[in-house]
């Protein structure tokens, strides 16, 4: 084993790439948020807070989002839907706690919200509570078999805690309910390349390139995955290609791993 193999590692393994709030758009397929109430539902005030909350989300004013969304709440407490769309803002900002918090207090108030127990997965995955993320996606697929998302932030939790084979079960039943999902693909990849089958991981992060040609993790990670099978040539333009994305997406210490990665290989 030479040094430039012991070197090189693989992205993403810890990486979390956020499919996986429930929103207008991710990187997983998600739902959209919850859509306006009408108004006769609630006393007005409340009700033009909310809504005004849900077109600052679907906006990307996050921070605004929340404003309205808490101005919302104080008006009226017993909105389920107020506490989970404040609480995919503060998801969307990388708040997870906080988010946390208020995807409990829409499940206290409706015990079968199936994304408040997906998203709140996803963060409690984020903070390293993974059985509290397994927890939560079992829940959600308890409500819904088809929801894709919660069976990768579950493959993922048991990724975390070294269960690859319960992980890539996830991933397989992920990937048959949504074959075009790139993420399902991707964090197989890594599933695979943990178990150090490395022509499957080729494979997956094959597939998730196919379907999104801007994933630069499973560029690198195929590069790596290439150099670990001897095939340098391949391993160098993947990586290269990995740089230019992430160059491109303005993650500069993500651009400087790969530029590492890539000297590490010329040498």
Do not use: W
Not at 63 to 76: Q, Y
Not at 203 to 226: H, M, S, V, W
């Amino acid at each position: 084993m030479n040094k430039t193999y012991q070197i090189l590692t693989l992205t993403g393994l810890t990486l979390l790439l956020t499919e996986i709030p429930y929103t207008i758009k991710a990187e997983s397929a998600p739902n959209h948020p919850v859509v306006a109430i009408p108004v006769e539902k609630q006393p007005l005030s409340a009700v033009e807070l909310y809504n005004q909350g849900v077109d600052k989300l679907e906006a990307g004013d996050y921070a605004g989002a929340i404003s309205d969304f808490s101005d919302a709440i104080k008006l009226n407490n017993n909105d389920p839907d107020a506490y989970y769309n404040r609480g995919y803002a503060y998801h969307s900002l990388g708040n997870y706690r906080a988010a946390i918090y208020d995807y409990t207090q829409a499940i206290k108030l409706n015990p079968n919200f199936e994304e408040a127990y997906s998203n709140r997965g996803y963060a409690y995955l984020v903070d390293e509570n993974y059985q509290g993320a397994i927890a939560d996606c079992t829940k959600a697929i308890e409500l819904n078999a088809q929801n894709d998302s919660a069976y990768i932030t579950r493959g993922k939790a048991y990724d975390q805690i070294n269960d690859h084979q319960a992980a890539l079960a996830d991933y397989k039943i992920a990937i048959e309910i949504n074959p075009k999902n790139p993420l399902a693909y991707y964090n197989q990849g890594l599933s695979h390349s943990l178990i150090e089958d490395h022509q499957a991981a080729l494979r997956d992060y094959t597939e998730a390139i196919k379907l999104q040609p801007t994933l630069a993790e499973a560029f690198y990670n195929r590069g790596i995955t290439n150099f670990q099978l001897k095939r340098n040539e391949n391993a160098l333009a993947d990586l290269q290609k990995a740089a230019e994305l992430f160059q491109q997406q303005g993650r500069t210490d993500s651009y400087q791993s790969a530029m590492n990665a890539i000297r590490m290989l010329r040498q």
